[in-house]
């Protein structure tokens, strides 16, 4: 069983596009705090959302120095956003033996789109990202977490390798939608490094009943 752990912002959340978003921005001391403890841990997984520009200045350095991989799930619609990832930093991302993935245009849940809005979240970002990349595309990071099955249908259809939630359980190998742990702005080491041990454990039981309404409704 994997865990992916997803980080949001790194350092100081200046201006908040989303309300609570700052909650799931995380110290830089702590973050790379964080880092030092998953270091050689099997199984055990890593991505950033949502594009910010501290996924490059302060993410991926930190990767690097502890040999370290993750996968970058950005945004089409801030590539020239002075507050995040522009084609540049996604070339050196990828030149850097990262992995760029997709979290569509405009950060908005893909639930309940219309099929032209489908298209510019799940086809037409994709494009734009592999092009500034410079690279395929071939995941994608589900915005706020949110699905139900006519969506999973629409990026199947799609081609994506994988889709990544954010249902907090570990998933196994192969498994085409997979469950990440986001951490938050109060996360420890101790506290991630509880998530990984306790991978198992019955208290995600609640969160993979969560997941299968999601799946089926
Ligand atoms: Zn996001």
């Given at each position: 069983?994997?865990?992916?752990?997803?980080?949001?912002?790194?350092?100081?959340?200046?201006?908040?596009?989303?309300?609570?978003?700052?909650?799931?921005?995380?110290?830089?001391?702590?973050?790379?705090?964080?880092?030092?403890?998953?270091?050689?841990?099997?199984?055990?997984?890593?991505?950033?959302?949502?594009?910010?520009?501290?996924?490059?200045?302060?993410?991926?350095?930190?990767?690097?120095?502890?040999?370290?991989?993750?996968?970058?799930?950005?945004?089409?619609?801030?590539?020239?956003?002075?507050?995040?990832?522009?084609?540049?930093?996604?070339?050196?991302?990828?030149?850097?033996?990262?992995?760029?993935?997709?979290?569509?245009?405009?950060?908005?849940?893909?639930?309940?789109?219309?099929?032209?809005?489908?298209?510019?979240?799940?086809?037409?970002?994709?494009?734009?990202?592999?092009?500034?990349?410079?690279?395929?595309?071939?995941?994608?990071?589900?915005?706020?977490?949110?699905?139900?099955?006519?969506?999973?249908?629409?990026?199947?259809?799609?081609?994506?390798?994988?889709?990544?939630?954010?249902?907090?359980?570990?998933?196994?190998?192969?498994?085409?939608?997979?469950?990440?742990?986001?951490?938050?702005?109060?996360d420890t080491p101790a506290s991630v490094q509880r998530?990984?041990?306790?991978?198992?454990?019955?208290?995600?039981?609640?969160?993979?009943?969560?997941?299968?309404?999601?799946?089926?409704?």
């Amino acid at each position: 069983m994997t865990v992916e752990i997803c980080f949001h912002g790194i350092g100081v959340c200046e201006r908040e596009r989303e309300a609570g978003e700052a909650r799931y921005w995380m110290p830089e001391a702590e973050f790379l705090r964080v880092l030092d403890a998953l270091v050689g841990l099997p199984d055990v997984t890593l991505s950033f959302d949502d594009g910010n520009r501290s996924d490059i200045e302060i993410g991926l350095p930190a990767l690097q120095e502890r040999g370290l991989r993750a996968t970058f799930f950005a945004l089409a619609g801030r590539l020239d956003d002075a507050a995040s990832l522009h084609p540049d930093d996604l070339r050196e991302l990828a030149g850097a033996g990262m992995t760029v993935g997709t979290h569509g245009w405009d950060h908005i849940p893909w639930r309940g789109l219309t099929d032209h809005d489908a298209h510019r979240e799940l086809i037409d970002a994709r494009g734009a990202l592999a092009e500034a990349a410079g690279t395929d595309v071939r995941t994608a990071a589900l915005p706020l977490g949110r699905y139900d099955r006519r969506l999973l249908a629409r990026l199947r259809g799609a081609g994506y390798d994988a889709v990544y939630s954010s249902d907090r359980l570990p998933f196994h190998d192969g498994t085409w939608l997979r469950a990440r742990y986001s951490v938050t702005a109060s996360d420890t080491p101790a506290s991630v490094q509880r998530i990984i041990v306790d991978r198992s454990r019955s208290r995600d039981v609640r969160n993979r009943l969560v997941g299968a309404v999601k799946r089926l409704r």
